[in-house]
């Protein structure tokens, strides 16, 4: 992505990155606060909600940044192009990243295979059946899990309404922004992570309240979820601009949501076994998606 030129100044750009980081936010909580309804009977009815928040807000934010910005064409694709909405070079845009952040993964993705292997060999060596056999009863199998996972709450937030939603906001909406208000490329890169890693300061209270931590232990959570939403962030930044696309971002959220922190040491058999397993489990949250 090419920078624009500024035709907005320093000062509004950041001032309307700041608002649409306090709106995605505050909308997550209309719901109990501001339109007064009842506690959700159940986590999936929870989750439900902030979806509908986080959809509300990322038109919203498109619609403000199509009124802020001065896009002179009245072409719907140069329009929809602004925010990196565009099939040219698709499948670049989501192979090359994705293989660029597995990476990073390589490690986690090994002890992953390794897995595989020794689960096909127990149940191989249980059920007497062939490794041909255990893969053709794995494909079969297919088809159920992945109903079951669709139909999974946590399948959604993880890899559907949180990567969107946010790579709509933070980084669709919010560079073009700030490259229009005469930021450089790289100045964006490293500044627009820092509104999206500001907008979970609100899982402090969170934490604190919900598990009884210390105020202390809170902030150490926190900071190391900061920290890493900011090195996220850069990463996703730069994907979009480099790129101009934003399937590239949103399949690198997307990977990293399932994979999780990337694992950097085991230490013996059985602790390298409880790892695996936190790795591929997606029941428990990463960490660095709002909607948590």
Same mark, same amino acid.
């Given at each position: 992505?090419?920078?624009?030129?500024?035709?907005?100044?320093?000062?509004?750009?950041?001032?309307?990155?700041?608002?649409?980081?306090?709106?995605?936010?505050?909308?997550?909580?209309?719901?109990?606060?501001?339109?007064?309804?009842?506690?959700?009977?159940?986590?999936?009815?929870?989750?439900?909600?902030?979806?509908?928040?986080?959809?509300?807000?990322?038109?919203?934010?498109?619609?403000?940044? /199509?009124?802020? =910005?001065?896009? @002179?064409?009245?072409?719907?694709?140069?329009?929809?192009?602004?925010?990196? !909405?565009? +099939?040219? %070079?698709?499948?670049?845009?989501?192979?090359?990243?994705?293989?660029?952040?597995?990476?990073?993964?390589?490690?986690?993705?090994?002890?992953?295979?390794?897995?595989?292997?020794?689960?096909?060999?127990?149940?191989?060596?249980?059920?007497?059946?062939?490794?041909?056999?255990?893969?053709?009863?794995?494909?079969?199998?297919?088809?159920?899990?992945?109903?079951?996972?669709?139909?999974?709450?946590?399948?959604?937030?993880?890899?559907?309404?949180?990567?969107?939603?946010?790579?709509?906001?933070?980084?669709?909406?919010?560079?073009?922004?700030?490259?229009?208000?005469?930021?450089?490329?790289?100045? /964006?890169?490293? =500044?627009?992570? @820092?509104?999206?890693?500001?907008?979970?300061?609100?899982?402090?209270?969170? !934490?604190? +309240?919900? %598990?009884?931590?210390?105020?202390?232990?809170?902030?150490?959570?926190?900071?190391?979820?900061?920290?890493?939403?900011?090195?996220?962030?850069?990463?996703?930044?730069?994907?979009?601009?480099?790129?101009?696309?934003?399937?590239?971002?949103?399949?690198?959220?997307?990977?990293?949501?399932?994979?999780?922190?990337?694992?950097?040491?085991?230490?013996?058999?059985?602790?390298?076994?409880?790892?695996?397993?936190?790795?591929?489990?997606?029941?428990?949250?990463?960490?660095?998606?709002?909607?948590?």
């Amino acid at each position: 992505m090419e920078e624009s030129e500024g035709r907005l100044s320093k000062p509004v750009a950041v001032i309307a990155c700041i608002a649409m980081t306090l709106f995605y936010v505050a909308i997550l909580y209309a719901p109990t606060l501001i339109l007064r309804l009842p506690p959700p009977q159940s986590y999936e009815n929870f989750m439900i909600r902030r979806f509908i928040c986080a959809a509300v807000c990322s038109v919203a934010s498109v619609i403000f940044c /199509a009124l802020v =910005l001065p896009i @002179t064409s009245g072409e719907a694709s140069y329009s929809f192009g602004v925010y990196g !909405i565009r +099939s040219d %070079h698709f499948w670049q845009a989501m192979v090359f990243p994705l293989f660029l952040t597995s990476l990073m993964y390589a490690g986690s993705l090994m002890l992953k295979s390794m897995l595989l292997v020794n689960k096909w060999k127990e149940h191989r060596h249980q059920e007497g059946e062939p490794l041909l056999g255990c893969i053709k009863s794995t494909l079969l199998s297919l088809p159920g899990q992945m109903s079951s996972v669709a139909s999974n709450v946590l399948f959604w937030r993880n890899f559907i309404v949180a990567p969107v939603t946010e790579e709509l906001v933070f980084r669709a909406c919010m560079i073009p922004l700030l490259l229009c208000g005469g930021f450089k490329a790289y100045n /964006a890169i490293f =500044l627009c992570p @820092t509104f999206f890693s500001l907008a979970h300061l609100n899982h402090m209270m969170e !934490i604190y +309240s919900r %598990h009884n931590y210390s105020l202390l232990k809170a902030s150490l959570v926190v900071g190391l979820q900061l920290g890493y939403t900011v090195v996220f962030g850069s990463y996703a930044s730069f994907l979009f601009i480099r790129t101009g696309n934003i399937v590239a971002p949103l399949v690198a959220h997307a990977f990293c949501n399932y994979m999780g922190l990337p694992v950097l040491f085991v230490h013996g058999k059985d602790v390298g076994k409880d790892i695996v397993h936190g790795i591929i489990s997606n029941d428990s949250p990463k960490g660095k998606d709002l909607l948590v």
